[in-house]
């Protein structure tokens, strides 16, 4: 069920189908307030694209596009639509520049890559 609190969205229905590449790539872009991480649009000129699109370009099923990465892995990875996530709408207001949520994504992206790490500690590598 769609939420309206971004970071719950975010851990919800993006988080799980983030990969393991894709979610180093968003702390990294995160933890620096990188200008390659924008708002206000998935891309720009590449390699400057929105969250999503830096979590496509490193997603096996949307590694290919460019420019509408984002928008495909929202839709059809994610299964959200891009109009209406709470994400895209927060991070769309004001992205790195909004030290709250920003924070707050970094650390759900954090949490998550943990749980992966210790999950991995239980499991076959080739799982991980």
């Known amino acids: 069920m769609p939420t309206h609190d971004p970071v719950s969205e975010f851990r919800a229905e993006w988080l799980p189908h983030v990969t393991r590449d894709g979610l180093s ?3 990294e872009l995160l933890e620096k307030g990188s200008p ?3 708002h206000g649009a998935f891309t720009r000129t590449m390699p400057m694209g929105c969250l999503a699109s830096h979590i496509a370009w490193n997603h096996p099923q949307t590694c290919k596009y460019q420019h509408e990465a984002g928008v495909m892995w929202l839709s059809r990875v994610a299964k959200l ?3 209406t996530s709470s994400v895209i709408l927060a991070w769309d207001r004001h992205g790195a520049a909004d030290f709250t949520l920003r924070s ?3 650390e ?3 949490e998550e890559q943990q749980r ?3 999950a991995c500690d239980t499991c076959e590598p080739v799982l991980c």
Do not use: H, K, Q, V
């Open 25 to 27: 790539r968003i702390i």
């Open 36 to 38: 390659l991480l924008i």
């Open 81 to 83: 639509n891009p109009a």
């Open 104 to 106: 707050d994504l970094l």
């Open 108 to 110: 759900a992206c954090m």
């Open 116 to 118: 992966r790490e210790e």
